[in-house]
Structure formats: C-alpha cells, structure tokens
C-alpha cells in the first residue's frame, strides 16, 4: 500500500510564500514522474507542476517564475517552494506520483488527500 502525504499549506497574505511537502511511504520500488496539481471550488483540477526522475520539470504558466519544484530521492518526497503568491493560487494543491512497488510490478499513479492554500489579506 502506498501512501502521499501533504503538508505545508495554510493561510498567506498576497505575496508571501509557502513550501508544500508530499512524502511517499509504503512498500516502494521506485517513483517516475511527480507532480502537483490545485483546484479550486467550481474549477477543474488543473497540473500546475511537474517532475521526473530525471529532474526535467514542466510548469504552468501561472506557475512559471514564482513557484519551483524539487523532490528528494533518498526520502521519496516532492516539494513546492511557491513565491510571490496571489489570491488566484488559493486551491486545494494535490500531489501525484507514479510508483512501481515490490508488489506490483507495473507503474501505477496515485494521489495525496491534498492540502489548503489560501492566499488572502
């Protein structure tokens, strides 16, 4: 069974910044692409960044210039290190991955329960 785990969000004034967290744990045999996703109330679920194993990354670009992801390796955690935040990024921010455990051999993709980020004087 494998498990994300976010943390990190809160309450922010406009401009201010967050770091999100999403550690993996379970029976892991390897992480490909991770990702972070936002929605918001009456909004779709839309991909704000990504990364793979190679550390390639992609963003939206709402994103782009103020927020970068990174992940850890070692501790199978993803991060988000948002800056310069403004009330249109407040959402419920997901974390996505694909893993392969030493159950299933096959690459199978799973999501976190999310966390709140609202951006708000």
């Known amino acids: 069974q494998v498990q994300l785990v976010e943390s990190g969000g809160g309450l922010v004034q406009p401009g201010g910044s967050l770091r999100l967290s999403c550690a993996a744990s379970?029976?892991?045999?390897?992480?490909?692409?991770m990702a972070w996703y936002r929605q918001s109330p009456g909004k779709q679920r839309e991909l704000v960044a990504n990364?793979?194993?190679?550390?390639?990354?992609n963003y939206a670009d709402s994103a782009k210039g103020r927020f970068a992801i990174s992940r850890d390796n070692a501790k199978n955690t993803l991060y988000l290190k948002m800056n310069s935040l403004k009330p249109e990024d407040t959402a419920v921010y997901y974390c996505n991955a694909d893993i392969r455990t030493t159950a299933i051999s096959v690459w199978t993709n799973y999501w976190g329960q999310g966390t709140q980020v609202t951006v708000s004087s």
């Open positions: 379970g029976s892991i045999c390897s992480i490909n692409a």
């Open positions: 990364i793979f194993s190679s550390s390639n990354t």
